[in-house]
């Protein structure tokens, strides 16, 4: 099955700094992948997506990119601040069919400090 | 529009009984899709549900099954629990299964098993 590996697992920034959290993914037929926030008692939320005939996707401060050929994809936070602050989960999956079958990354604990 | 409802937030059981967990999708989604989270493990997918079919499952033992209903609401059991079993178990909805795309989570159900 499709295994997800996600680095670092903490990371701390300085507020206006930028943020890049990698991930790795196993499966070649994996064509969906998003990014989740979760902050403390709540569920996951998604941020940010690409699919696989994207290389790269961004919305304000937050963009992802995708290299298909390695099978990485990355996300970066421009411009960070507090309210960043949570852990972010990578995931892939395969559509149509197992769009919804997420195989989660291990999460990255995020701190951005004044 | 409200969000997705789990009920109940929190639960303790004891070894070897069972658990029924309760989650409302948004109005309109009809696909659910439910995952446990836990410290060790991370989120891994347990089931999807679309129109009252299973769709999609992932590797756990038959003493997790589930079942969604005719308003889209749905269920996961646990029989026979054990102290593994303990976790946050989150349910997230959306308007369409398979093929990717923004899944929203509930704050999920926090079980103890003592």
């Known amino acids: 099955g499709e295994n997800v590996e996600q680095h670092p697992s903490t990371l701390s920034v300085q507020e206006g700094d930028s943020a890049v959290i990698k991930c790795t993914y196993s499966?070649?037929?994996?064509?969906?992948f998003p990014w989740y926030k979760q902050e403390l008692g709540k569920g996951p939320q998604l941020i940010i997506d690409i699919r696989s005939n994207v290389g790269e996707k961004k919305d304000q401060r937050i963009a992802v990119t995708l290299n298909k050929t390695a099978k990485h994809f990355s996300l970066h936070i421009t411009e960070t601040q507090p309210e960043d602050s949570a852990v972010y989960f990578c995931a892939a999956s395969k559509a149509p069919g197992g769009g919804n079958k997420l195989t989660f990354g291990t999460g990255t604990q995020l701190k951005v400090e004044l | 529009k409200a969000g997705v409802t789990q009920t109940p937030r929190y639960l303790i059981k004891t070894r070897g009984q069972q658990v029924t967990l309760s989650c409302s999708p948004i109005s309109g989604h009809r696909s659910v899709s439910w995952y446990q989270q836990t410290p060790g493990q991370g989120l891994q997918f347990l089931f999807e549900?679309?129109?009252?079919?299973?769709?999609n499952k992932g590797n756990f033992p038959g003493r997790f099954s589930g079942r969604q209903f005719s308003n889209s609401r749905s269920e996961m059991n646990v029989s026979t629990l054990e102290l593994g079993d303990s976790a946050l178990y989150l349910c997230?909805?959306?308007?369409?299964?398979?093929?990717?795309?923004?899944?929203?989570f509930g704050e999920g159900s926090r079980l103890t098993v003592l």
């Open positions: 997230a909805s959306s308007l369409e299964a398979g093929r990717g795309g923004e899944l929203f």
């Open positions: 499966d070649s037929a994996s064509n969906y």
């Open positions: 549900y679309f129109s009252e079919t299973q769709r």
